[in-house]
């Protein structure tokens, strides 16, 4: 079993519609959350993160956070064909003496 | 610095040379990563730092690879004897301890 997993997509859905993002964890004491964005040909860029129990909201992107379930999801409202990239979930396991841990991605494709 | 830097953005290099890559982290960043990323691939963790010190390496390939940070800043990824497996786009990234991370633009190595 992977540590952070994510299906790999594609995720099309058409403009102007939602697109639900998941990503399940393994390690239960996981603390905090971090949604990326990254373009073919550029490199991550944070877009959210999450660090209690609950729904975070900046703009059109929605971050939310279940510990007991272990999962963790991005809403994005308004789907646009620019938020097509490949999105990372990454957890913080073992604050400070590991690394973190990113899931492989999910690609999503909006369509005009 | 305003963001995180790295050095040369473009490498080529010859089978069997050495090379050295260079992350310049965000000002008072204690944390920095490094991955890579195969062209269509994942991120693939490679080393941390927490300050000076490597709490986790567990993702050095072999001992090709080596890392070094000093003065809590400006780290240094090596990699003895290039193979073409190493070709990949290396990617640096910083955090204030285990708060949100900061991607380069990453240096892209092509070993010929």
């Known amino acids: 079993q992977k540590e952070v997993e994510q299906n790999s997509g594609p995720l099309s859905v058409p403009e102007g519609a939602i697109a639900s993002l998941n990503c399940t964890y393994s390690?239960?004491?996981?603390?905090?959350f971090f949604w990326y964005r990254q373009y073919s040909g550029k490199s991550p860029e944070l877009i959210m993160s999450?660090?209690?129990?609950g729904d975070k909201e900046d703009g059109r992107f929605t971050a939310q956070l279940n510990k007991a379930s272990q999962y963790v999801s991005l809403l994005i409202r308004d789907s646009q064909p620019s938020d097509s990239a490949t999105y990372l979930c990454?957890?913080?396991?073992?604050?400070?003496?590991?690394?973190?841990?990113f899931g492989s991605g999910t690609r999503l494709q909006v369509q005009p | 610095g305003a963001g995180v830097s790295q050095s040369p953005s473009n490498k080529v290099t010859e089978k069997g040379k050495d090379v050295e890559l260079r992350c310049d982290p965000i000002?008072?960043?204690?944390?920095l990563y490094w991955y890579r990323q195969s062209l269509g691939q994942g991120l693939e963790f490679l080393i941390y730092?927490?300050?000076?010190?490597?709490?986790?390496k567990s993702g050095l390939p072999s001992d090709r690879f080596s890392a070094e940070r000093t003065g809590g800043s400006v780290s240094t990824l090596t990699i003895q004897r290039t193979q073409q497996e190493d070709s990949a786009v290396y990617l640096c990234?910083?955090?204030?301890?285990?708060?949100?991370?900061?991607f380069g633009q990453g240096t892209r190595l092509t070993v010929v």
């Open positions: 990234a910083s955090s204030l301890w285990n708060t949100e991370a900061f």
């Open positions: 390690d239960r004491v996981s603390q905090s």
């Open positions: 999450i660090y209690s129990n």
């Open positions: 990454a957890v913080n396991m073992d604050m400070g003496r590991r690394a973190l841990t």
């Open positions: 000002s008072g960043h204690t944390a």
């Open positions: 730092f927490q300050g000076n010190s490597a709490p986790d």
